[in-house]
């Protein structure tokens, strides 16, 4: 599987953000499918992630009633709607795909997508 992550941008707090994460290849619905995040100096955290048929989901507590997952299996796409968005938000973003199961930490993951930025400034 090879994920392409887009969407980024720069964004005025309390804007919101559409990112996508496009996949390649006929077994995407096989995999879970996360979203992390990179701040410069942090740790890549997790973010949000959801199951292969779209029926679960996982949130960081941090944008838990801010951001919403959804994946569109005919179209091998995952998206990540983001409102409301803080400075803190600013980090790069990763998709991240998962063979079954959704993965909440890095060491989960089986492959990687490139990362996108964002970030939120006045």
């Known amino acids: 599987v090879q994920l392409q992550a887009s969407g980024g941008g720069l964004v005025l707090p309390g804007g919101s953000l559409r990112l996508s994460c496009a996949a390649s290849?006929?077994?995407?619905?096989?995999?879970?499918v996360g979203w992390f995040r990179q701040a410069p100096g942090k740790e890549r955290e997790f973010v949000a992630g959801?199951?292969?048929?779209?029926?679960?989901?996982n949130y960081a507590d941090s944008v838990k009633g801010r951001f919403t997952i959804s994946r569109d299996n005919a179209k091998n796409a995952v998206y990540l709607q983001m409102n409301s968005l803080k400075p803190e938000d600013t980090a790069v973003y990763y998709c991240?795909?998962?063979?079954?199961?959704?993965?909440?930490?890095?060491?989960?993951?089986?492959?990687w997508g490139q990362g996108t930025q964002v970030t939120v400034s006045s």
């Open positions: 959801i199951g292969r048929n779209g029926a679960v989901m």
């Open positions: 991240a795909a998962r063979i079954t199961y959704i993965p909440v930490t890095i060491t989960q993951v089986d492959y």
């Open positions: 290849g006929r077994t995407f619905r096989s995999y879970a």
